[in-house]
């Protein structure tokens, strides 16, 4: 009985050092549940996104601009490669730099300016080649229609099914150079230029989807309004497109785990050993490092509040006993125990502890998540915005990571109950070690020495 009216006496005295340590408790216990709901939500996320994550496997073509007698993979043994029980589709596509001979590209806007005059005659040329310069694609139907969408683009005008020799054009292009459809264009392939131009016919205009949210550079978005699209047929009927194109033929795999198995069956049925099968494993990891990032950090917060937090507690535990020593200097005299005393001390620290911990709670609900957003976007600046990065590539199912959802689960409520319980048995091993040493005997003559 003495314990608990002892304990809760404790509670309702108007102490400051009471006050102290309420404050250090809870803002010890609300950083250790912030970070640990960050760090464990970050880790759960990772491994969501991750097994979500579309894989996509990428042939790599050899360089073949100065072999005579080498010749690229055809569709046929393409389309053969993704014949398989681990490829969910395939997506193929081909391409050839090329310039126009009469007609006028869209300009491409300079977006950094430079004092130095040969630094800006560099620059200028470096865009009029950018701006002289533009590529074609060859692609079937499907593949044409996720290539414009993933770039923000759709058909306005015009048939899909492309014959040979007909073409795509932007409508920015074709406003400015004053086509139509059944109009007819010459292009010439970039470093080919001995050859005759190339001759395409216009049966189809795309323009910017006004409702596609597409997070990219205005420069690039621009050059791309150059861009021709032809079917894979006509562009590969290019002469010496062997020497000139590439073929970028790509395959979406079922599982991510399904690579090695996948590229074994592509050499069995007669991949070349020159040519390299590469994954975009890196695109997931640059795609992932901001949230990493704030796992990391809000990991290394969590390590430094639990050792610095149990140092501050044990340093403040022991100044406070210095100055509870006269009041257990009379409750000794009056014939209270020592395990009395300690069992009151607990008491009053679980009552502290567990009204802490509980608002701790609370105020996480309301703060966590716009931590953590914020967090996110500082990693994201620090990481020269991976989303602008990879904006423009084949993301499959996977959009940008703009916030990770936090969630305090089990094991993190666990393991913050259990840090508490740390910080409780340092301040608590502190006072039972003092109280077992003290003496009053001692306390009473030290202090007539003194006095």
Not at 303 to 332: D, M, P, T, Y
Request: charged share 20%; with cysteine.
């Amino acid at each position: 009985m003495f314990v608990l009216k002892h304990a809760f006496l404790n509670l309702r005295r108007p102490s400051w050092k009471s006050l102290v340590i309420c404050i250090m408790l809870f803002l010890l216990t609300l950083g250790i549940i912030v970070t640990e709901t960050i760090y464990t939500s970050a880790r759960r996320f990772t491994s969501d996104y991750s097994q979500q994550f579309s894989t996509v496997a990428t042939v790599i073509e050899p360089d073949l601009s100065n072999s005579t007698h080498e010749k690229k993979l055809t569709k046929e043994q393409y389309l053969k490669f993704g014949e398989s029980k681990y490829v969910n589709s395939v997506k193929m596509m081909a391409s050839i730099p090329i310039s126009f001979n009469t007609l006028k590209p869209i300009e491409i806007p300079n977006p950094i300016q430079f004092q130095k005059l040969e630094i800006d005659e560099l620059e200028k040329s470096f865009y009029q080649t950018a701006q002289a310069t533009t590529n074609w694609f060859g692609l079937g139907p499907q593949d044409m229609v996720k290539e414009l969408a993933e770039s923000g683009m759709e058909i306005s005008t015009g048939n899909l099914t492309l014959k040979m020799n007909e073409c795509l054009l932007s409508s920015e292009f074709v406003q400015l150079n004053e086509l139509k459809i059944g109009d007819s264009i010459q292009v010439t392939v970039t470093g080919n230029e001995k050859m005759a131009p190339q001759t395409l016919s216009i049966a189809g205009i795309y323009q910017p989807n006004k409702t596609a949210k597409i997070v990219g550079t205005s420069e690039f978005m621009e050059s791309q309004r150059n861009d021709i699209f032809t079917n894979w047929e006509t562009i590969h009927a290019v002469e010496n497109f062997n020497q000139v194109g590439y073929n970028n033929v790509s395959y979406e795999l079922k599982n991510q785990n399904d690579f090695d198995r996948f590229l074994k069956e592509m050499k069995t049925k007669g991949l070349p050993s020159e040519y390299q099968v590469m994954t975009n494993e890196t695109n997931l990891k640059m795609l992932l490092s901001p949230v990493n990032g704030v796992g990391t950090l809000a990991g290394t917060i969590l390590l430094g509040i639990f050792i610095f937090g149990n140092f501050g507690l044990a340093l403040f535990s022991l100044r406070q006993f210095r100055q509870r020593q006269a009041e257990i200097c009379v409750l000794r005299n009056l014939g209270i125990t020592k395990k009395q005393l300690i069992k009151s001390r607990l008491l009053e620290l679980l009552v502290v502890a567990g009204f802490n911990f509980g608002i701790a709670l609370l105020v996480t609900n309301w703060i966590v998540q716009p931590i953590a957003d914020w967090q996110l976007l500082n990693q994201k600046m620090l990481m020269g915005n991976v989303d602008q990065l990879f904006s423009n590539m084949p993301s499959g199912k996977n959009g940008t990571i703009k916030s990770i959802p936090m969630m305090l689960n089990k094991l993190s409520f666990f393991n913050t109950f259990g840090i508490t319980s740390l910080f409780l048995m340092t301040i608590i091993s502190i006072d039972s070690y003092q109280l077992f040493k003290f003496e009053p005997l001692e306390f009473l003559l030290e202090r007539n020495v003194y006095e």
